[in-house]
């Protein structure tokens, strides 16, 4: 009798699990039933239920941003670190052409300024060739001169009676590009700025 009882538990308990499982996959995609359901399959069910259902929105969200990204801003608006339009002219206004005799008085004076009293001193000459370079380039931008770049050599050497030749070369349009070189002579030192201005499009 033990055993028929036990046997007939059994196949009850399985007809019951039979039909659970059936009424679930009828149900197909409905994520309640996933819930209700009992076992690691139907957790597992439901847990994949949820997250598809978490998913879609932040995809859309995604899909939208990238349609609307900085692609298409990028193309319309230009940021601050683009460099002006295109003027297309080939030469400088006359008024803003680079003209030498306007700053050789200029850098004399700030040469003077500088080693007026100084003496030679290998280690500080490293700091004051420097010092000299940035206050003619201040010097230089202060003339507004638009669409040239400037470049500014400085050479100071220790004066012995010695004979001091610098030399340059460079390709550039003569009609529109243009140098100045100012010496300075101190009693214990010469000195040599040399700036090129070149006009660029």
């Not at 359901?37 to 998913?55: D, F, K």
């Not at 609307?68 to 670190?81: D, E, I, Q, T």
């Amino acid at each position: 009798m033990a055993d028929r009882r036990l046997n007939n538990q059994t196949e009850a308990r399985g007809v019951n699990t039979v039909k659970t499982m059936a009424s679930n996959a009828s149900r197909g995609d409905d994520t309640q039933s996933g819930v209700s359901g009992t076992g690691p399959s139907s957790a597992i069910a439901a847990t994949a239920a949820a997250t598809a259902g978490e998913r879609q929105p932040s995809l859309a969200v995604f899909r939208r941003l990238s349609m609307s990204g900085p692609g298409r801003k990028s193309s319309m608006f230009l940021s601050s670190g683009q460099p002006r339009p295109n003027t297309y002219r080939m030469e400088p206004d006359s008024e803003y052409r680079f003209r030498p005799y306007k700053l050789q008085s200029k850098i004399l004076e700030t040469l003077a300024e500088h080693l007026k009293d100084q003496k030679y001193n290998p280690p500080a000459m490293n700091d004051l060739v420097k010092n000299i370079s940035r206050s003619v380039h201040q010097l230089v931008k202060n003339f507004q001169l638009p669409r040239y770049k400037i470049v500014i050599q400085t050479v100071v050497t220790q004066k012995f009676d010695q004979l001091v030749r610098i030399a340059s070369r460079c390709l550039w349009d003569p009609k529109t590009d243009n140098m100045l070189s100012v010496n300075y002579e101190s009693k214990d030192m010469i000195a040599t700025v040399t700036v090129y201005a070149v006009y660029f499009e």
